[in-house]
């Protein structure tokens, strides 16, 4: 009798361990660094010129999410207007001013552009990371604003870098109204890199389905569901993937995975030498052209 009653007790409090311990390890799982703006942006300057910055006309304005999620938003206008618009999505742990690098390129191309911090980072309230379940949402509702916000935008785009490309690819999945998306180093799905870097732990499975757990019940997605990749069937939007080739954190595979995935127009690129996130300053001429080239393809463009 009391063999059973201890089997009964013992049942009962299963789940619940399990429970509290995936909270407690997505907590730290899914927890982000974060920057402020100023070390982002000092960064920035220890890397390439950014004064140009400082010459442009710039409106600053938030646009609340579908949860009630207060996100910050930097319009960035071009000297010569052209009625095209592109919105910059940033990587994990960084800020809008992480997407400086890529916001000259499109400033020089004719765009305006839309830097802006992803859930939980920059200027944002802290939250933990759903790599790209509600990033995705929240760029689809940043979407929406900018086409009420810029009515005569003609071209609109999205360009992201790691979590912020994984965000564009799995924003796709409502259907938005964009023109075409560039993909830089984004993942396929998120399961893969946690379990990779879980593997200095014992029982890495088990723990990464305790994160699951956790994820689901903080964020609203399992692990399971952080997958971009499943947005692009059906998916006719054009996209460029590039990702360095040297890139060890998101190998290639996900973005050549990526690339047979979607139904639309698209094209790869992997750049030499380059490791995570460093395409463009391991090779600026080659990633101004490889976009420069996708974008005069895109009808209207």
């Not at 910050?72 to 400086?100: C, E, K, T, W």
Request: glycine share 8%; proline share 6%; with cysteine.
């Amino acid at each position: 009798m009391l063999l059973l009653a201890a089997v009964f007790i013992v049942c009962l409090l299963l789940p619940g361990l399990a429970i509290a311990a995936g909270l407690i390890f997505a907590g730290i799982a899914l927890r982000i660094p974060r920057q402020t703006l100023e070390e982002a942006r000092n960064w920035q300057e220890a890397h390439y010129d950014i004064s140009w910055y400082a010459t442009l006309k710039k409106e600053d304005y938030t646009v609340t999410g579908t949860d009630g999620y207060v996100l910050h938003a930097q319009h960035l206008s071009n000297p010569s207007p052209s009625g095209q618009m592109v919105i910059l999505s940033h990587g994990y742990s960084d800020n809008r001013f992480g997407s400086l690098k890529y916001a000259r390129l499109y400033l020089d191309l004719g765009f305006d552009v839309i830097l802006y911090d992803l859930r939980g980072h920059g200027e944002n309230k802290p939250a933990l990371c759903s790599f790209s379940g509600r990033e995705a949402e929240d760029l689809n509702v940043l979407i929406r604003d900018c086409r009420s916000r810029y009515p005569d935008t003609a071209l609109l785009g999205l360009h992201g870098e790691s979590l912020g490309a994984a965000t564009s690819i799995a924003a796709l999945k409502e259907k938005p109204e964009v023109d075409f998306v560039v993909a830089d180093c984004g993942f396929s799905e998120i399961s893969s890199v946690l379990l990779a870097g879980m593997q200095q732990y014992p029982a890495p499975d088990l723990l990464l389905r305790l994160v699951s757990l956790g994820a689901k019940l903080r964020t609203g997605y399992f692990v399971g569901q952080m997958r971009p990749i499943d947005s692009l069937p059906g998916n006719e939007i054009p996209i460029l993937f590039i990702h360095g080739a040297d890139d060890t954190f998101i190998p290639p595979k996900h973005s050549q995975n990526m690339q047979k995935a979607t139904a639309g127009p698209s094209e790869i690129h992997l750049v030499p030498g380059a490791a995570h996130a460093a395409s463009l300053l391991t090779d600026r001429d080659a990633y101004l052209s490889y976009v420069k080239e996708f974008l005069e393809k895109i009808p209207s463009s």
